[in-house]
Nanobody
């Protein structure tokens, strides 16, 4: 089992920045990649970004490219999501997730069904 705890959410004005953190514990050695998803009220959970746990390979959604940066620190078992130039449409609960990998994830890394462990989420609110 892997436990994930997000932090760093809050209220920010449009154009501002926030840095989210996700601390992993438990069987972290089994993790293949870690990522961020978000879910706005009334909408489906949406992929944001993912990073290989023991590597530098990253993958972003179109909405995150150029504004968000995902990074990881294996010594702290933590990943981060630096969010710049925030927009009101970025308002959502942001979830951290980890995957054990496999063919499903390799085929569709943006699919929430291919992640095995989830945090409880942290609220990000961007005011206009």
């Amino acid at each position: 089992q892997v436990q994930l705890v997000e932090s760093g959410g809050g209220l920010v004005q449009a154009g501002g920045s926030l840095r989210l953190s996700c601390a992993a514990s438990g069987r972290t050695g089994s993790m293949y990649a870690m990522g961020w998803f978000r879910q706005a009220p009334g909408k489906e959970r949406e992929f944001v970004a993912v990073i290989r746990w023991r590597g530098t390979t990253t993958f972003y959604s179109d909405s995150a490219k150029g504004r968000f940066t995902i990074s990881g620190d294996t010594t702290k078992n933590t990943i981060y999501l630096q969010m710049n130039s925030l927009k009101p449409e970025d308002t959502a609960v942001y979830y951290c997730a980890s995957t054990l990998g496999g063919s499903g994830w390799a085929f569709r890394p943006a699919g929430p069904e291919n992640y095995d462990y989830w945090g409880l989420g942290t609220q990000v609110t961007v005011s206009a």
